[in-house]
């Protein structure tokens, strides 16, 4: 089983910046890594997924051009920086990891359908206007 450990999360002014950082397992290789993050009472949203260590990237529309996923494979781990912050990027966000074995389609495939194989506990990011 996957651990996936999330910190970075904190409080921050429209227009801020954080660096989200996932600390991943070192038993456990997935081609595609993914952040996903949710409000109360709101469907799960697809951020970022990130497949064969950097080979592609995938982003929702409402993060281009804003955030950044990144790849450590030496230390083990996954980033999400986020720029530009607004109100609206206020959720829990969520570390991902697919399936061993997933192609760059499936990791596009799980990021649209937020049904990576394994979740980390999350880390809450709060902008505030």
Do not use: H
């Amino acid at each position: 089983q996957v651990q996936l450990v999330e910190s970075g999360g904190g409080s921050v002014q429209a227009g801020g910046s954080l660096r989200l950082s996932c600390a991943v397992s070192a038993t456990y290789s997935s081609n595609c890594m993914g952040w996903v993050r949710q409000t109360p009472g709101q469907a799960r949203e697809g951020v970022a997924a990130i497949y064969g260590g950097g080979l592609r990237t995938y982003y929702a529309d409402s993060v281009k051009g804003r955030f950044t996923i990144s790849q450590d494979n030496a230390n083990n781990r996954v980033y999400l920086q986020m720029n530009s912050l607004k109100p609206e990027d206020t959720a829990m966000y969520y570390c991902a990891a697919d399936a061993p074995g997933s192609t760059g389609v499936s990791c596009s495939a799980a990021l649209v359908r937020r049904d990576f194989r394994n979740w980390g506990q999350g880390t809450q990011v709060t902008v505030s206007s």
